[in-house]
T-cell receptor, first 109, second 116 residues
Framework: GQNIDQPTEMTATEGAIVQINCTYQ??????LFWYQQHAGEAPTFLSY??LDGLEEKGRFSSFLSRSKGYSYLLLKELQMKDSASYLC??????????WGAGTKLIIKP | DAGVIQSPRHEVTEMGQEVTLRCKPI?????LFWYRQTMMRGLELLIY????????DSGMPEDRFSAKMPNASFSTLKIQPSEPRDSAVYFC??????????????FGPGTRLTVT
């Protein structure tokens, strides 16, 4: 079957670094997406990885290991506005996104 | 661009009533997706269209749900009759055809549906 696993909730301190992990099992693989969703709002695109390695985009970085079925999202210099849910989604062989349940990130001052 | 537009933003209806949700995708996007999000089940894909043609409706819960896309700038999701378990946030998303980031989806603000 197809499955995406990520922690339900994480807490971190303002100014610190946090890593949100995601493991995936999908029928085929055409890339791994990370989306951010603030409470009561729509998901917005953060990153896309299809090759192994780290993609850096400002304070956010995303890593992929295809052989391990593993990805993480790294957030540096945390700000209060980073409090949100972070959704991991794997694209299967039919180019359909299989979504994780999301990780709620709580930032404390 | 105005982004994906959805209406209404909030809908409260009684069980058994018909509900119609509307979506205007971003101009030029080839794909349109309808999702449902609840605390229990997370984000679920209901159906998606490519160039106005339904491609995969395997996520549609049952015959009470139907979706149409009569043209490139408009889509509807209809629930008839509605039930309390249909209460959720319904998102519409659209996506351009791109090589570098396939199917990067732009979400609308969602419709919060409450069925009493």
């Amino acid at each position: 079957g197809q499955n995406i696993d990520q922690p339900t909730e994480m807490t971190a301190t303002e100014g610190a670094i946090v890593q949100i992990n995601c493991t995936y099992q999908t029928s085929g693989f055409n890339g791994l997406f990370w989306y951010q969703q603030h409470a009561g709002e729509a998901p917005t695109f953060l990153s896309y990885n299809v090759l192994d390695g780290l993609e850096e985009k400002g304070r956010f970085s995303s890593f992929l290991s295809r052989s391990k079925g593993y990805s993480y999202l790294l957030l540096k210099e945390l700000q209060m506005k980073d409090s949100a849910s972070y959704l991991c989604a794997s694209m299967d062989s039919n180019y359909q996104l299989i979504w994780g349940a999301g990780t709620k990130l709580i930032i404390k001052p | 661009d105005a982004g994906v537009i959805q209406s209404p933003r909030h809908e409260v209806t009684e069980m058994g009533q018909e509900v119609t949700l509307r979506c205007k995708p971003i101009s030029g996007h080839d794909y349109l997706f309808w999702y449902r999000q609840t605390m229990m089940r997370g984000l679920e894909l209901l159906i998606y269209f490519n160039n106005n043609v339904p491609i995969d409706d395997s996520g549609m819960p049952e015959d009470r749900f139907s979706a149409k896309m009569p043209n490139a700038s408009f889509s509807t999701l209809k629930i008839q009759p509605s039930e309390p378990r249909d209460s959720a946030v319904y998102f519409c998303a659209s996506s351009p055809l791109r090589i570098d980031v396939p199917y990067e989806q732009y979400f609308g603000p969602g419709t919060r549906l409450t069925v009493t």
